[in-house]
């Protein structure tokens, strides 16, 4: 089963500061059809104006991992954590028993993320943030794990969930291929280039959803940035 969920059908909300795109229920945007897809629950693709941002508010009980797809994204809670996540990189807060937080875009231009949130395996966590730079060399035509859940996945940021974020970057006219285990599900998302998923077209910032199926071909139709979720 491929899925494709055009940007255009996205649930939206846009305000002054803020453009933001829902690929399933969200705030005010709320669709049956798109209340998550396995565990994942919230995958978001926000434009914050400069000078701009979220205010301290509280999350509990989600994996929420940002990935900057442009500019950069500072953010700071109240368990005294505080750092500036640029392009390309990536932050996890493990919400936890509970957390407030707020991130902010102190740049001069616009930013740019992908927010995504995945239910977190079980309750009780103890809350924490983490970021990491990822070179973007290591990306180029090959998926590499950014965030996991998953044993066996060394060096990236930790998710508590059998859950893992990959990302790539493909030159037109090559692939990538992604396994996927029996019963689990793969989420992707080109933030830049037109791609197509098992011979399926996708077009950027389109959502491509993934199931019953053994492995996950993506071909580059242009130069593409690729984010992929893979979850149970």
Known sequence: MIDVRSFDSLGRADIDW???RHHFSFGHYNDPRRMGFG?????????IQAGTGFDPHPHRDMEIITYVRKGAITHRDRLGNEGRTEAGDVQVM???TGIVHAEYNLEDEATQIFQIWI???GTGHEPRWEARQFPKDDRAGELVVLASGRAGDDGALRINQDAAVLGATVKAGQAV???LGAGRKAYLVASTGSITVNGVPAKARDGVAVADEATVEIHAVEDAEIVLVDVP
């Open 94 to 96: 493990s919400a936890g």
């Open 119 to 121: 239910l977190p395996s």
């Open 177 to 179: 291929t992604h396994a």
């Open 18 to 20: 803020l453009k933001a």
């Open 39 to 47: 565990a994942l629950r919230v995958w978001n693709d926000d434009t």
